[in-house]
């Protein structure tokens, strides 16, 4: 039977990585690909001004000019529903969808591509700046958690010393 050594300070001995541990205590192989970041776009009109939204993992958000798009951009040279940003398990992606004036990422056209922290898409005459976070949108901390989050390395952990905190 595996287990963690506990000192007489109440610290852990090794660091373990808690996604790790798998069924009857084998270690399992640390996944493929990270965590995705948040996606910012400063979103350029020359009707509406600038504009920041973010987009999380797990999301797709469509972009056009009718307001039953996810996000509607007072672009007549847009189509009603442009483009849509959506996450994969490895990378953000890019689908035009079918717009009649197509969509650019870094001047170049596009049906559907990867987006790298740094691209400019543009369509119709609006531009969206992409840039990587790794805050998540609920996230209104200064950075330093005193939390652990699934998946973490954890060192020298402390464990309480009353009676509440037993192993």
């Known amino acids: 039977m595996n287990c963690v050594r506990i000192s007489a300070q109440g610290t852990i001995a090794n660091s373990i990585l808690i996604s790790d541990i798998g069924r009857n205590n084998q270690m399992n192989e640390p996944p493929e690909f990270p965590e995705l970041p948040l996606i910012v776009l400063s979103i350029h009109s020359p009707k509406t001004g600038e504009q920041k939204i973010e987009i999380a993992a797990g999301k797709s958000v469509v972009f056009g000019r009718d307001a039953s798009s996810d996000h509607a951009v007072n672009d007549l040279q847009m189509s009603r529903s442009h483009f849509r940003i959506v996450s994969t398990d490895r990378s953000w992606m890019l689908h035009d969808l079918a717009s009649s004036n ?24 609006t531009q969206f700046h992409v840039s990587f976070s790794k805050s998540s949108p609920d996230d209104s901390s200064d ?6 989050q699934f998946g973490e390395t954890l060192d020298n952990l402390t464990v309480p010393d009353d009676e509440d905190h037993k192993l």
């Open 102 to 125: 197509g969509t650019q990422l870094n001047g170049k056209n596009v049906t559907e591509s990867e987006i790298s922290d740094g691209n400019i898409i543009l369509a119709g005459e």
């Open 143 to 148: 950075g330093n958690s005193e939390g652990w």
